[in-house]
């Protein structure tokens, strides 16, 4: 079965990067793409970009632009999303999602979660 | 970017009730949208996609309807279990709702 298995929680000072890792199995990882969706405590979802496993190529939503990047591993069916300068209204928890299909498609299967905290 | 507002932001309701949560989006998305259940602690969990499919494993009591800019998500007859709160999400820029918690 589809399985997204996320790496464990952070605390980061202000300032500082971090780097979520997402690591897939149970179908083909580079015939989906992934996105990265976070929700601040008690908060709602909010996308943040899309990566194609396939070459690689990214999509970000504009708040990010700069701060964040996302990369794959083909060898290890891995996905990373790497924040920086990171601020304290940037604690939440991290999901990745698979997409159902190709570039326009709901999130079908979600990783358990990543909380990043940021505090000094 | 879209905008999509969904209402009630929050909605009280009794077992056995049907009950009727909106998204309206901010320019015509057609039918690429989808609605999520979320529980406390847990990761988001999609339960109608392309406005009107049920995902697989979902009770039939969950159905959407709607395309444009006017989407409805219907629970038939709500069950204890169905307490969550409910997003929409265009997936043509990616936006989501701001969430309706519903309670019994």
């Known amino acids: 079965q589809v399985q997204l298995v996320q790496s464990g929680a952070e605390v980061k000072k202000p300032g500082a990067s971090v780097k979520v890792s997402c690591k897939a199995s149970g179908y083909t990882f580079t015939s989906y793409y992934v996105h990265w969706v976070r929700q601040a405590p008690g908060q709602g979802l909010e996308w943040m970009g899309i990566?194609?496993?396939?070459?690689?190529?990214?999509s970000y939503r504009q708040k990010f632009q700069g701060r964040v990047t996302m990369t794959r591993d083909t060898s290890t069916s891995t996905v990373y999303m790497e924040l920086s300068s990171l601020r304290s209204e940037d604690t939440a928890v991290y999901y990745c999602?698979?997409?159902?299909?190709?570039?326009?498609?709901?999130?079908?299967?979600w990783g358990q979660g990543t909380l990043v905290t940021v505090s000094s | 970017d879209i905008q999509m507002t969904q209402s009630p932001s929050t909605l009280s309701a009794s077992a056995g009730d049907r009950v009727t949560i909106t998204c309206r989006a901010s320019?015509?998305?057609?039918?690429?949208l989808a609605w999520y259940q979320q529980k406390p602690g847990k990761a988001p969990k999609v339960v109608i996609y392309?406005?009107?499919s049920l995902e697989s494993g979902v009770p039939s009591r969950f159905s959407g309807s709607g395309s444009g800019t006017e989407f409805t998500l219907t629970i038939s007859s709500l069950q204890p279990e169905d307490v969550a709160t409910y997003y929409c999400q265009e997936y043509i820029s990616n936006t989501f709702g701001q969430g309706t918690k519903l309670e019994i």
């Open positions: 990566i194609n496993p396939s070459g690689g190529s990214t």
């Open positions: 999602a698979r997409a159902r299909i190709a570039v326009y498609s709901d999130l079908q299967h």
């Open positions: 320019q015509n998305i057609g039918s690429w």
């Open positions: 392309m406005a009107s």
